[in-house]
C-alpha cells in the first residue's frame, strides 16, 4: 500500500531520498499475528532488558538494533540486486532484545512453554540457537535463487547481532 511504499525500507527508495525508511520500516507489520509476536518478544524480553538498564534505554535500543537491521536487511537487497524487494517489521530490533536477554541470562536455566511442554535451556543455548536457526535461514531463503518467504532473515540477524556489540560496548554507557 501507499503507506508501506513510503515509511517501509526499499532500495528504491532509499536511493530516491528515503533515508528515513531505515527507521520508519520498523513501525509498520503485515497484519496482526506479526504484530503480536513482536510485541510479545518486545514485551517479555524487554523486561529483563529494564532491570538492567533502566525504561530510558529501550527506545535507544530498539532504534539500535532497528537500524542495524535495517542496514543488514538493505546490503543483501544490494548484493541480491533486489531493487524493488520492501521489508516492514519491528523483528529486527525483536531478535536483538532478544540477543541481549540472552547474554544477561547467559548462565541462568531459561524455561518456554513450546506447544504446552515445557523446555528447559541456558541463555547460551538460546543466543546461539536463534543465531544458527536465523543464519540458517537466511541462507536458505534469502540468498537461494529459488523464491523462498517473505521473511527478512537477514534483518534478524543484523538486529540480532547488533545485540551483542550494544551489550559489550553502549549498555556500560551512561
Keep these: 500500500g501507499v503507506i508501506e ?6 532500495p528504491y527508495r532509499v536511493e530516491r531520498g528515503g533515508v528515513h525508511g531505515f ?10 499475528i506479526h504484530i503480536l509476536f513482536n510485541g510479545l518478544i518486545l514485551f517479555f524480553t524487554g523486561r529483563v532488558i529494564q532491570l538492567r538498564l533502566g525504561g530510558e534505554r529501550l527506545i535507544e535500543i530498539f532504534v539500535f538494533c532497528a537500524l ?5 536487511w538493505y546490503a543483501v537487497q544490494l ?4 531493487q524493488l524487494a520492501s521489508v516492514i517489521g519491528a523483528s529486527g530490533a525483536a531478535m536483538g532484545f532478544t540477543a541481549l536477554f540472552a547474554l544477561y541470562l547467559w548462565d541462568e536455566t531459561l524455561t518456554f512453554f513450546i506447544l504446552l511442554f515445557p523446555v528447559q535451556m541456558r541463555g547460551k543455548t ?3 540457537g536463534i543465531l544458527g536457526f536465523q543464519a540458517l535461514f537466511f ?9 523462498g518467504d517473505r521473511t527478512a532473515y537477514s534483518a534478524h540477524l543484523g538486529g540480532f547481532l547488533g545485540g ?4 559489550r560496548f553502549l549498555a556500560a554507557k551512561p
Design 68 to 72: 542495524l537491521g535495517g542496514f543488514a
Design 164 to 167: 551483542y556489540p550494544y551489550h
Design 126 to 128: 538460546l543466543f546461539y
Design 5 to 10: 511504499g513510503y515509511f517501509g525500507l526499499s
Design 23 to 32: 527507521i520508519t520500516y520498523s513501525l509498520l507489520h503485515d497484519g496482526p
Design 139 to 147: 541462507l536458505a531463503n534469502e540468498l537461494s535463487p529459488a523464491p
Design 79 to 82: 548484493l541480491m540486486n533486489q
